[in-house]
């Protein structure tokens, strides 16, 4: 499953539930997949292209973990985090600086070096590298942490369109890439954005200028154009968009995108959950969101809010299903980013709750320690989740694969202002002492001292490391670990 790690978005927006009306070992090393034989000329064009591939480990991130384990004295933990470092992870090109990397991005290898690195990893089968695109105009409008580096002006989409998007596919498209499998995630929160956040002035403004709409339009179709790149747009995660309305409103919106594109929805290969966000693949205790406790509904629970869709296999489950409803093509994909919704440790529950009291039984049978869904920055009591793999056994055929599109250990975000050249600010939501109004006025749980969105947080890694679930096996091979 690819990838890597440059600097790259840190955090999710505030989420809102829209009322009625409202409209992803050795640095050296691809970490297998499963391995076919491949061909001199350029591959097909195929449905999964994680299923058969091997995964590109990137090595700016192999060396962050690095420097957390030369740091580290445990000697168990330091074998865990060794074990971590193999395994892929997604590249952030977050800012145009990112495309050409070096002193620019912090030192960081440039597109056509990840490229070239990947060839260099790839054996006898396909291999695939991640890539997150991320410099819409006016980014992450309900942002902080995560805003960007182009306005949301015509001249701001126009650098976008040369500056950004023409420069990556530039590289892509060159055919010495032709056997590598590029898998992209396209401009994580920003459509959904569009749909719930609509009373934030700059949301509204970047729904009504009509600008990011364009924007993604000008990335599908750019990189569709290139056989061997596979366009999965990003889909928030359940405890924003999984709400009914939600699901429907933004459904329709990114069916209307996609229908603008010059493939409609043919340049879509699917649609990527979870990304950079915390909320289990599974809550094994609550699997029922119209069980009865105490006379009501378990998704009637505070921490529920009545949203039905509880973690991400069930919320990507009925993704699949709303957009058939749509009109998409049934085998159109979901990747699932599990890199941090482990939440193992020693505050996992181990059984449902006995309580009769509807809170107190969620709260106790909850894998998700959050005090509140929103919370979303640097959180504290998080664990690194099942390391990445092509179609995940058990949960269906249009789950693509899981994946490490937030690599585990960057920072989601700051407290404090940092000097930066990158757009990114201080946002409350990373700040442990701040309440948190969008969040039920709960505490945010973030870790205190973070540095900026996307750059490497040792406190975090180890904690992540640490509260994995599935615990890190670190008599596994490389091979084993997929």
């Known amino acids: 499953m690819p990838s890597n790690s440059l600097p790259e978005q840190g955090r999710r927006p505030a989420w809102r539930r829209v009322v009625p009306g409202f409209v992803a070992l050795a640095m050296t090393a691809a970490v297998p997949m499963l391995a ?20 590109y480990v990137n090595p700016d991130y192999a060396e962050n973990v690095q420097a957390s384990i030369d740091q580290t004295q445990d000697a168990e933990l330091k074998a865990k985090m060794q074990q971590v470092k193999s395994y892929p992870t997604a590249v952030w090109l977050d800012r145009i600086a990112a495309i050409e990397g070096g002193e620019a991005n912090s030192g960081r290898l ?29 980014r992450d409008c309900a942002a902080l942490a995560s805003n960007g580096e182009l306005p949301l002006t015509q001249q701001g989409l126009q650098r976008y369109k ?61 990189l569709h154009d290139i056989s061997n790149v596979y366009t999965y747009m990003d889909f928030a995660h359940s405890g924003w968009l999984g709400w009914n309305n939600n699901l429907t ?92 919704n482990g939440w193992g440790g020693s505050e996992r529950p181990t059984q449902a709750s006995s309580s009769n ?50 690599p585990p250990g960057e920072s989601d975000g700051s407290s404090e202002e940092i000097p930066n050249d990158e757009g990114k600010h201080a946002d409350p939501m990373c700040d442990p002492d701040y309440v948190a109004p969008n969040a039920g006025n709960n505490p945010t749980g973030a870790l205190p001292n973070s540095p900026l969105a996307g750059h490497w947080f040792h406190e975090q890694f180890k904690m992540l490391v640490q ?3 599935p615990e890190i096996n670190t008599a596994a091979s490389r091979q084993g670990a997929n």
């Open 249 to 340: 409103q933004t459904v329709q919106l990114y069916t209307d995108v996609a229908q603008g594109t010059e493939a409609g929805f043919q340049s879509v290969d699917g649609f990527a959950t979870n990304t950079s966000n915390y909320t289990p693949t599974e809550e094994p205790f609550l699997t029922d969101p119209n069980a009865r406790v105490g006379g009501g509904q378990v998704r009637s629970g505070d921490f529920y809010e009545w949203n039905p869709n509880f973690d991400e296999s069930d919320f990507a489950r009925n993704l699949h299903d709303q957009l058939i409803s749509n009109g998409w093509p049934s085998d159109v994909g979901t990747i699932i980013d599990t890199g941090r």
């Open 162 to 222: 040369t500056d950004y998007i023409d420069a990556i596919t530039d590289v892509m498209d060159d055919p010495k890439y032709n056997d590598i499998r590029i898998t992209t995630v396209i401009e994580p929160d920003g459509l959904p954005n569009l749909v719930t956040n609509l009373d934030d002035p700059e949301c509204a403004e970047a729904k009504s200028s009509g600008i990011q709409v364009d924007a993604v339009q000008y990335a599908l179709n750019e």
């Open 357 to 406: 009291d509807l809170n107190t039984y969620i709260e106790e049978s909850k894998v998700d320690r959050r005090a509140h869904r929103g919370l979303w920055c640097n959180v504290s009591g998080a664990g690194i989740g099942t390391p990445p793999q092509a179609s995940p056994s058990g949960y269906g055929s249009s789950i693509d694969a899981f994946v490490w599109t937030k």
């Open 110 to 138: 440039s597109l056509r070096e990840h490229l070239d690195e990947a060839l260099a990893q790839k054996g006898s089968g396909p291999i695939t590298a991640s890539f997150v695109i991320y410099d819409l105009p006016g």
């Open 467 to 469: 509260n994995a679930h």
């Open 36 to 55: 076919p034989a491949s061909s001199e000329a350029a591959p097909a064009h195929v449905d999964n292209p994680f299923e058969g591939a091997t995964s």
